[in-house]
Every structure is written in structure tokens, then in C-alpha cells.
């Protein structure tokens, strides 16, 4: 298991559940002492798109949260499963997505 497994894991132990995109955003950005400026920076978003995001008041797409993983280091998988999990708690559906790399 990788570093990244390992603090996605540990972060989920801390929430007792799956961790929502926002959720996993603001933990990652906290623990690893990145300013919301300079992640939005490094996004090429707003500092308040950013803080809506980390707030769950904006979602983002697929495609937004594979960035978010590669420009925070992250296995893509963990973002992506967050980003559907979160749809899905929203459509009142009760599931967990889990992804696995097709290779």
C-alpha cells in the first residue's frame, strides 16, 4: 500500500465512513500545510470556487477531480470513487463506489 492508500485510509478510520470529496480535499490540503491560494493556484480555480468546493457547496467533475489527484499526488481512483460516492448520497442513494485500475 502507497502513502496515498495509507492517508486515505487513515483519514476514512478518522470520519468512520467514507470520506466525501469535500471532506478529502480539505484534509489533504490541511495536513499537507498547502494554503487554499496556492492549491487553487495549482488548480487553475478561484480561492472561492476552492472554498466552496472543500465546503460541499460546489461538486466537481470527473475530470476535475483526476486533476485534483494528480496535482496533489494521489492515486486518481480514491477522487474519482469520492466525486460518484457524493452523487449518489445527494440522489439519496446509499452507496459506495470503489474503483479499481483496469490494468
Known sequence: MDIGNKNIAYLEELTKGSLTFAQMIHSIRICNEIPQVKLAKMMNISRSYLCDIENGRRFVSLQKARMFAQV???????????????QLRVAGMPYIVELKDKK
Open 72 to 86: 496533489l499526488g494521489y492515486p486518481e481512483t480514491y477522487f474519482i470513487a469520492a466525486v460518484i460516492t457524493d
